[in-house]
């Protein structure tokens, strides 16, 4: 059984940064793609950023430049760096993996609230 965790979400003021954090433990063979998603309230679930096990990285274009994704394959870890956020970046922050067998795993979210 595979269980993401997610850590480091809270409250902000605009312009602050953060750092989450998500570690995977259990059966973990072979991490293929790390990414984080997003939901605001009354929103759908969007994409935020990917990581590849190599370390290539993808960014949704509205949050490139103020975020940045980064893995760490060791120790079954993302974390995604959060600098200069707004008010509109207030979500539940949900971790994502994909291993090479396929399997796809989702943490279960860590609030980020930022105050204007």
């Known amino acids: 059984q595979v269980q993401l965790v997610e850590s480091g979400g809270g409250l902000v003021q605009a312009g602050g940064s953060l750092r989450l954090s998500c570690a995977a433990s259990?059966?973990?063979?072979?991490?293929?793609?790390m990414a984080w998603y997003r939901q605001a309230p009354g929103k759908q679930r969007e994409l935020v950023a990917t990581?590849?096990?190599?370390?290539?990285?993808n960014y949704v274009d509205s949050m490139k430049g103020r975020f940045t994704i980064s893995g760490d394959n060791a120790k079954n870890t993302v974390y995604l760096h959060l600098n200069s956020l707004k008010p509109e970046d207030t979500a539940v922050y949900y971790c994502?993996?994909?291993?090479?067998?396929?399997?796809?795993?989702w943490g279960r979210g860590t609030q980020v609230t930022v105050s204007s």
């Open positions: 990581i590849t096990s190599g370390g290539r990285t």
């Open positions: 259990g059966s973990i063979f072979g991490i293929n793609t």
């Open positions: 994502y993996f994909q291993l090479w067998n396929s399997a796809v795993y």
